[in-house]
Antibody, heavy 119, light 107 residues
Framework: QVRLQESGSRLVRPSETLSLTCAVSGDSISSSFYSWSWVRQPPGKGLQWIGYIYPSGSTYYSPSLKSRVTISIDTSKNQFSLNLTSVTAADTAIYYC???????????WGQGTLVTVSS | DIQMTQSPSSLSASVGDRVTITCQASQDISNYLNWYQHKPGKAPKLLIYDASNLETGVPSRFSGSGSGTDFTFTISSLQPEDIATYFCQHYGPLPITFGQGTRLEIK
């Protein structure tokens, strides 16, 4: 069974960098069948796609976040990561990682981690 | 960006009821639409892909239909374990976008 687990800083100060890691178990992150994605949900709002990465390292980002986002992959540790720079309160959200199958099907997802931006 | 307008935002129904949720895309997305179930504190779960295909292991009371700009998600007979938030997701041209979600409660 494939499982994804987010980890990282739960509290980030404004203007600093949010960093999260998604550990994958039960599947190889190097598989060419999938990409690996980050999605977030601000309090009281809908889901927002952040971006995804292929095992080759190719990335695709949401245009609204592209200038601040980096997604990277570490095949030796079977994990991928999210860095979001210059955060503000608007970046407070539950952050999810997910495996992306053919047809952009997000499955499975991690349980999510709440990141709060506050001084 | 393609906007996904999902309705209603919340819904209260009785066990055994037929429940319908709609998603409207701001432009033609063919059948490039998926549906998910999200229970509090748990990981979202894929239910329907390509607008109408049931994911393996998902009960047959769940179904989806539609193409182009108008899509429907249906629970034929609501069960207590179906209490969750449901949301749609398009995968036409990037960026991927999601509906705002429908919170389903038991009456």
């Amino acid at each position: 069974q494939v499982r994804l687990q987010e980890s990282g800083s739960r509290l980030v100060r404004p203007s600093e960098t949010l960093s999260l890691t998604c550990a994958v178990s039960g599947d190889s992150i190097s598989s060419s069948f999938y990409s690996w994605s980050w999605v977030r949900q601000p309090p009281g709002k809908g889901l927002q796609w952040i971006g995804y990465i292929y095992p080759s390292g190719s990335t695709y980002y949401s245009p609204s976040l592209k200038s601040r986002v980096t997604i990277s992959i570490d095949t030796s540790k079977n994990q991928f990561s999210l860095n979001l720079t210059s955060v503000t309160a608007a970046d407070t959200a539950i952050y999810y990682c997910a495996r992306v199958r053919t047809g952009q099907r997000f499955d499975p997802w991690g349980q999510g981690t709440l990141v709060t931006v506050s001084s | 960006d393609i906007q996904m307008t999902q309705s209603p935002s919340s819904l209260s129904a009785s066990v055994g009821d037929r429940v319908t949720i709609t998603c409207q895309a701001s432009q033609d997305i063919s059948n490039y639409l998926n549906w998910y179930q999200h229970k509090p504190g748990k990981a979202p779960k894929l239910l329907i892909y390509d607008a109408s295909n049931l994911e393996t292991g998902v009960p047959s009371r769940f179904s989806g239909s539609g193409s182009g700009t108008d899509f429907t998600f249906t629970i034929s007979s609501l069960q207590p374990e179906d209490i969750a938030t449901y949301f749609c997701q398009h995968y036409g041209p990037l960026p991927i976008t999601f509906g705002q979600g429908t919170r389903l409660e038991i009456k």
